[in-house]
């Protein structure tokens, strides 16, 4: 079973309020990865992290920016919410390198983000 | 670039039904490939996974092959559970890139 944890589960909140979803894991892994998952389902890589002080961004560009400050911890912020934000987002993290063949990727549970 | 594509959905079957949802991949080099599963209210889990050609994945009596001939993954179960619905995501790796390439997803529905 994955230990890695995202809160709140659900958040509706107004627009231009600021948010912070956070996402931890105990696994120790350095790979972290935020995902933007659309109504329609489909999943786009929005930031990773390689480890501590360590951050870069996805293939869909996103007003929203991350941190690591902590290889357990890799929070996702929005300064100023809108409606087009509203999303499923998933956060993983894996022991190596994705691109290191079969890497497993660990995710949790997400956070239902509804701005209105 | 790269990408999955797989079969629409959402499909329905009846319990003990067979099921094969397709999955067929681009790619400039040689990924791995994945089925990662997502039940409801929850994040994705790997269901199973190939690394090379002509490579089986088998987990829970669900089974992919690595058909690098026809650039498929097609995921396959001889015997459906209502308990197997949930929106199933083929996917890739590349050597050296950082992601998971996903496919669109397919919602798959099993009635009692």
């Known amino acids: 079973e994955a230990d890695i944890y995202q809160t709140p589960r659900y958040l509706v909140i107004g627009t231009g309020k600021k948010i912070t979803l956070e996402c931890s894991q105990t696994?120790?892994?350095?790979?972290m990865y935020w995902y933007q998952q659309d109504p329609g389902m489909e999943l786009h890589l929005i930031h990773y992290?390689?480890?501590?002080?360590?951050?870069e961004k996805g293939d869909l560009s996103s007003e929203s920016t991350v941190s690591r400050i902590r290889t357990e911890h890799f929070p996702l912020t929005l300064e100023s919410a809108r409606p087009s934000h509203t999303s499923q987002y998933l956060c993983?993290?894996?022991?190596?390198?994705?691109?290191?063949?079969?890497?497993?990727?660990?995710f949790g549970q997400g956070t239902r983000l509804t701005v209105v | 670039g790269d990408s999955v594509t797989q079969m629409e959905g959402p499909v329905t079957l009846s319990e003990e039904a067979f099921l094969t949802i397709n999955c067929t991949y681009t790619?400039?080099?040689?990924?791995?490939l994945f089925w990662y599963v997502q039940y409801p209210g929850e994040g994705l889990q790997l269901l199973l996974k190939?690394?090379?050609?002509?490579d089986k994945g088998s987990n829970k009596g669900f089974e992919a092959t690595y058909r690098k001939e026809t650039t498929s993954f097609h995921l396959e179960k001889g015997s459906v559970q209502v308990s197997d619905s949930a929106v199933y995501f083929c996917?890739?790796?590349?050597?050296?890139?950082?992601?998971?390439?996903f496919g669109q997803g397919t919602r798959l529905t099993i009635n009692p």
């Open positions: 790619a400039t080099g040689y990924p791995s």
């Open positions: 992290s390689y480890g501590v002080n360590s951050t």
């Open positions: 996917a890739l790796t590349l050597q050296g890139a950082q992601k998971l390439v």
């Open positions: 190939a690394t090379k050609a002509d």
């Open positions: 696994m120790g892994h350095d790979k």
């Open positions: 993983a993290s894996s022991e190596l390198g994705l691109g290191q063949g079969g890497t497993e990727a660990f």
